[in-house]
């Protein structure tokens, strides 16, 4: 059953075909800066080093050539670091969902002292810069000696302060949760847990995937945290891993750091071409209240 | 959920707990073999490797004082940046590399540890084998000294033969040592060049906006330097020091010179479209036959030819919980035997070392005569690029101030306007 | 109360405690090399005020905040409402619009670094047009308004897809209804798909002004806060304060003075809904 806000509705097609053809131009033109920059970072990990300064710059390669993309896998554990970015992804993806999950639950649903205190202190922490408060979480990690390990990437973002934005998400959808289907429930005997589980979380399907993508995305392009806890090559995420391609002597090794970055790219855009519509829907409530 | 909530908040007391001992942990010096740690910024293998069997052979001989020794690349780019991270952190290494820009002030500031008594006191270390001029900005005025300088790598130009024949110019190695063999010859070259197939002029690679002192040092052949030679006055306003800046101006205007910008990368010399590139020894380690290349000293400039050499020394952190150890280890790495092992990678500071069979094995691309004349005949002279006891309280400052000039503002107007921004600071 | 606990618990352990930390350093002067540490109460903060690089980095801040935001937010609208008609391939644009967001920054950074160099793909295109490009890192004219254009192309993808739900959930009877009442679709827009969609303008409107005055990477990856300091944005000047002059202190000062920005301008944000936002807040 649907609420009435989940019905998709598009613009009904009544457009001519010269204003068609004008909003095809229009969109064709408006994507260029979209698509054109991962088109060049594609295309230049094909090329050898002294075309991708090459003056004036071309798109595709003159001189095709795989030795920078090969060197990918040479010249780190690439395989090895995107497995850590996936796993280390999917464990925030999932933590995230559930905790926050709870967490949007109880602010929208559950009475209890200090609720509103509590949301409008969590948003606060929301606007806290990362820069700053790197240093004392790298005190308190390197004191529990989790330094070079995955546990700060994985507890950072599933528990820090930017997982309020997905809190965020979760209570804005339960909030226009009709009440009828807990009272039901709770005439079937069940506890709070069991509603939770049963029924509410089983409706709440566009923001699961709202809150999913953004944490998958968040925690696959993780650069900064990083860069300050990981040492090892073999340990490191993606979002690194790309910017560390550099040869013996110091010198960065361009065509290999476009193409790592590219191998990132490609998976999630599959990903997300076919999750639209889910991402899309589970959006739409984000707004409405409150 | 009761289970993770009491985790949670065990783990985060436990992290609060542990972090204010950490900060209030005073060292109580622990009998029995220590750990030793040093930080570097390399994480090329033949490096790692070599250091670790230096180590290995350290705590073979002196298996009561230390246990092992371990050496830790930082990972971040930013090699300062990462180091104080992580002492800031909590994790001091007892040893470190330190780029020759830290060094005054890394002194000045009681960051190092004085090892004089331990390098006089090893025997066989000869400590007057070491160069007085590699080892000068790593020295107190007391006579201490705060670090070994491992590496000794002069700046030279990188020049492209094969660019020079196409833009049909001559063969400028045979006035390299004429009074002809001038900063404006090669930019002429340069331009000549880039007008003719469109290549670089001339480059410096290192030279950033936010690197700025890598320009500005090669301005020494014009008699100009940033600030005087305590410190405490800026210079950068000085007569030379703006006419090299014009100069500058004048090769990017005319093409000679690419325009820099931003944080963007000059194009490598190794790509094959650059003609000069001013470079030190690594850089030939990317070089291969595909391009006809030569490596030759710097050019003269108004005033004279002024080499100069970029430095990196290992030293002992005042803040290491083992000084001592770390120290003796400090003297055994850099005594005669071992630091001709480290001059596979690394030009020495040692007389004795300076020769062409030690060094050809750093810099396998060059030739012997490339060697002798742009190393070893350099080296004992050369200057580093100047250095300041409070350089990185203003050298941002110093950048946004030059901006205007490398897109051809007013070089009068710019360095005045730096050097009121920085005096307060450099005056102490 | 469980099920609230290990979110809230995280954030405050995660988010508050530490930045009490940095409240905390920044009444003192920390050189990390040297172990320093003192107390100097305020003087962080005079110092802080008496800089003119700090009302530099300040002025940069909030001009890259207003630019970002004023860009992100109309072309993500207009975006929206172009991909709104039922055409088909609509699905494969808002794929390409959304891609940059799930680009890394610093590839991102790094790619359009090399287009907006003096001689790069801007310039080389602008050149077969017969247009002789900027410098556009290098001016201080230009240099912001590329970092912003970067920044904005990295994340309108994201406040599209936001708008473009909440456009959805407009109901097409009140527009028919408006354009039988002789309202042009301008006015229909303005009228009556704003204030429906304007919870969502307000909640992109405050993420987008925090995430703005948060920007860090493409700075240190295009302009090292150049030229001058016309691209010095407070996260660069306080990364650069404390990883390179060495000073923790001044640094978590800035630190807590770019927050109380942020709460400050989310505040003012906040609580002018009540004005032209008329849905239950």
Redesign the interface.
Same mark, same amino acid.
């Given at each position: 059953m649907r609420s009435k806000r989940e019905i998709s509705v598009a613009e009904p097609n009544r457009h001519s075909t010269a204003s068609k053809v004008a909003l095809y131009i229009i969109l064709a033109a408006s994507s260029v800066p979209f698509l054109y920059p991962t088109l060049w970072m594609f295309f230049s990990s094909f090329k050898p080093a002294n075309e991708i300064f090459i003056q004036p710059p071309t798109l595709l390669p003159q001189n095709w050539t795989i030795d920078g993309f090969a060197q990918i896998f040479t010249a780190q554990p690439f395989v090895q670091q995107y497995g850590n970015s996936i796993y280390i992804a999917v464990v925030v993806t999932s933590a995230s969902i559930l905790l926050s999950a709870m967490a949007g639950y109880a602010f929208a649903r559950i009475e209890f002292p200090g609720r509103n205190a509590l949301f409008v202190l969590m948003l606060a922490a929301l606007m806290v810069p990362t820069e700053v408060t790197i240093i004392p979480i790298f005190t308190a990690v390197s004191a529990l000696g989790l330094n070079d390990t995955h546990w700060p990437l994985i507890i950072l973002p599933t528990l820090g302060p930017t997982s309020v934005v997905s809190v965020f998400i979760f209570r804005q959808h339960f909030l226009s949760f009709p009440k009828e289907y807990e009272e039901a429930a709770r005439l079937d005997g069940l506890g709070r847990v069991g509603i939770f589980l049963r029924v509410a979380m089983p409706l709440a399907k566009p923001a699961i995937a709202a809150v999913g993508i953004m944490a998958f995305l968040r925690s696959f392009n993780m650069y900064f945290e990083a860069l300050i806890f990981l040492h090892t090559p073999e340990k490191f995420t993606l979002g690194l891993a790309i910017t560390r391609y550099q040869d013996i002597y110091g010198e960065p090794m361009w065509a290999t750091q476009l193409g790592a970055a590219s191998l990132t790219v490609v998976p999630i855009l599959v990903v997300f071409l076919f999750a639209q519509r889910q991402f899309v829907q589970g959006m739409a409530q984000v707004g409405l209240k409150g | 959920m009761r289970a993770s909530r009491t985790k949670v908040a065990a783990l985060t007391l436990t992290g609060l707990i542990a972090a204010s001992l950490t900060a209030c942990a005073g060292g109580t010096a622990p009998s029995g073999p220590v750990e030793l740690t040093m930080a570097l910024w390399s994480s090329n293998e033949g490096h790692l490797a070599l250091l670790q069997q230096i180590g290995d052979a350290f705590v073979a001989e002196h298996p009561d004082e230390v246990s092992s020794i371990s050496f830790e690349p930082v990972t971040n780019p930013d090699y300062i940046a990462g180091l104080t991270t992580q002492v800031a952190g909590g994790n001091v290494p007892d040893l470190a590399w330190i780029p020759e820009s830290s060094a005054l002030e890394f002194v000045n500031e009681g960051i190092l540890h004085d090892v004089k008594s331990t390098l006089e006191s090893t025997s066989g270390y000869d400590l007057n084998d070491i160069l007085p001029a590699a080892i000068g900005g790593w020295e107190g005025d007391d006579g201490a000294i705060y670090a070994y300088p491992f590496s000794n790598s002069p700046f030279g130009l990188y020049v492209n033969n094969d660019l020079l024949a196409k833009a049909g110019q001559s063969d400028i190695a045979s006035i390299v040592g004429t009074d002809a063999y001038t900063w404006q010859t090669v930019a002429d070259l340069g331009a000549a060049v880039h007008t003719a197939v469109g290549a670089e002029g001339l480059t410096v690679p290192q030279f950033t906006p936010t690197n700025w002192s890598a320009l500005t040092m090669l301005g020494t052949s014009w008699g100009a330097e940033p600030w005087s030679a305590d410190g405490k006055t800026c210079e950068l306003n000085s007569p030379e020091m703006v006419e090299y800046l014009k100069w500058y101006q004048d090769q990017v205007a005319r093409g000679a010179m690419p325009e820099v910008t931003g944080s963007i990368a000059s194009p490598a010399f190794a790509g094959g479209n650059v003609t000069f590139a001013v470079a030190q020894l690594s850089t030939s380690g990317a070089l291969d036959d595909s391009l006809d290349w030569t490596f030759l000293p710097l050019p003269a400039g108004p005033a004279g030819y002024a080499p100069i050499i970029g430095q990196a020394g290992v030293s002992v952190l005042e803040r290491s919980a083992n000084p001592q150890q770390a120290s003796d280890f400090l003297a055994y790495l850099t005594n005669p035997e071992n630091a001709a092992l480290l001059a596979q990678f690394f030009p020495p500071p040692r007389e004795s070392l300076l020769n062409v069979e030690t060094l050809q094995k750093a810099a396998p691309k060059l030739s012997a005569e490339e060697i002798q004349s742009v190393i070893i005949d350099v080296v004992p002279d050369a200057t580093v690029k100047a250095a300041n006891p409070v350089l990185s309280q203003f050298t941002d400052k110093v950048r946004a101030g030059l901006d205007p000039i490398w897109t051809g503002g007013d070089v009068t107007e710019a360095v005045t306007a730096t050097c009121e921004s920085i005096s307060p600071i450099i005056e102490g | 109360? %469980?099920?609230? *606990? @290990?979110?809230?618990?995280?954030?405050?352990?995660? =988010?508050?405690? @530490?930045?009490a930390?940095?409240i905390w350093?920044s009444l003192n002067e920390?050189?990390?090399?040297?172990?320093a540490f003192n107390f100097i109460g305020l003087d962080n903060y005079t110092q802080l005020f008496s800089d003119?690089?700090f009302y530099?980095s300040l002025s940069a801040s909030l001009l890259f905040g207003a630019a970002l935001l004023v860009f992100n937010l109309s072309i993500a609208m207009v975006?929206a409402v172009?991909?709104?008609?039922?055409?088909r391939?609509?699905?494969a644009?808002?794929? /390409? /619009?959304?891609?940059?967001?799930?680009?890394?920054?610093? *590839?991102?950074s790094?790619?359009?670094?090399?287009?907006? *160099?003096? $001689?790069?793909?801007i310039n =080389?295109f602008l %050149?077969m047009i017969g247009i002789d490009g900027p410098?556009?890192?290098?001016?201080?004219g230009t240099?912001l308004i590329s970092v912003v %254009?970067v920044q904005v192309?990295k994340g309108v =993808?994201m406040n599209m897809?936001?708008f473009?739900?909440?456009l959805? &959930?407009?109901?097409?009877e009140m527009k028919e209804a408006a354009q039988l009442d002789g309202a042009n679709p301008w006015r229909s827009f303005w009228s009556i798909t704003v204030p429906m969609?304007? @919870?969502?303008?307000?909640?992109?409107c405050i993420?987008t002004t925090?995430g703005s005055?948060?920007v860090?990477?493409p700075v240190?990856?295009?302009?090292?806060?150049?030229? &001058? $300091?016309a691209t $010095?944005v407070l996260?660069y000047f306080?990364?650069?304060t404390?990883?390179?002059?060495?000073?923790?202190g001044y640094?978590?000062a800035?630190?807590?003075v770019?927050?109380a920005i /942020?709460?400050g301008l989310?505040l003012l944000q906040w609580f002018s809904r009540r004005r032209w936002v008329h849905?239950?807040?």
């Open positions: - | - | 109360m %469980a099920f609230v *606990a @290990p979110q809230v618990l995280g954030v405050v352990a995660l =988010g508050l405690v @530490p930045f930390f940095v350093y920390w050189r990390p090399l040297t172990g003119p690089t530099a975006l172009l991909l709104n008609q039922r055409l391939g609509t699905s644009f808002r794929t /390409i /619009i959304f891609s940059p967001v799930v680009v890394s920054v610093v *590839a991102w790094i790619v359009w670094s090399f287009l907006l *160099a003096p $001689n790069g793909g =080389g %050149a410098n556009w890192l290098g001016e201080p240099a %254009a192309f =993808g897809v936001l473009l739900a909440a959805q &959930g407009v109901p097409a969609i304007a @919870p969502t303008i307000l909640l992109t993420l925090i005055l948060e860090f990477a240190q990856l295009l302009t090292g806060g150049g030229p &001058g $300091n $010095n996260p306080l990364f650069r404390a990883f390179v002059s060495q000073q923790f640094a978590s800035i630190g807590v770019l927050f /942020i709460l989310t849905d239950e807040v």
